[in-house]
Nanobody, 124 residues
Framework: VQLVESGGGVVQTGDSRRLSCVASGDTLKNLAMAWFRQTPGMEREFVAASRWNNAGSFYKESVEGRFEISRDNAKNTLYLQMNNLKPEDTAVYFC??????????????????WGQGTQVTVSS
């Protein structure tokens, strides 16, 4: 499975941004998908997850209510809609996927496939 993210950029505090992740090599509905993010010197952290077959979504507490993960199976694309962005949301955002079932949606090691990342910078 290959994953390619896009949509990053520089935004102002309070702005919205939508990230996209196009998957190839497998059908999106067969995959558990997630977004993680990473800042320099820090571990990659869980942001949001979408269970395979869109059977549920989960969020990091600090983004719940502001971010929404969704998928368009027809386009084989995962999205992360980010609203009311804050400077602390600045990071490289990664798309992740896996074809197996697991309840550990928030663990980096749970995912076998990763995109290259897209930078989001929120200025104050």
């Amino acid at each position: 499975v290959q994953l390619v993210e896009s949509g990053g950029g520089v935004v102002q505090t309070g702005d919205s941004r939508r990230l996209s992740c196009v998957a190839s090599g497998d059908t999106l509905k067969n995959l558990a998908m997630a977004w993680f993010r990473q800042t320099p010197g820090m571990e990659r952290e869980f942001v949001a997850a979408s269970r395979w077959n869109n059977a549920g979504s989960f969020y990091k507490e600090s983004v719940e209510g502001r971010f929404e993960i969704s998928r368009d199976n027809a386009k084989n694309t995962l999205y992360l809609q980010m609203n009311n962005l804050k400077p602390e949301d600045t990071a490289v955002y990664f798309c992740a996927a896996d074809g197996t079932y697991s309840n550990n949606y928030y663990l980096e090691r749970r995912y076998s496939f990763w995109g290259q990342g897209t930078q989001v910078t929120v200025s104050s």
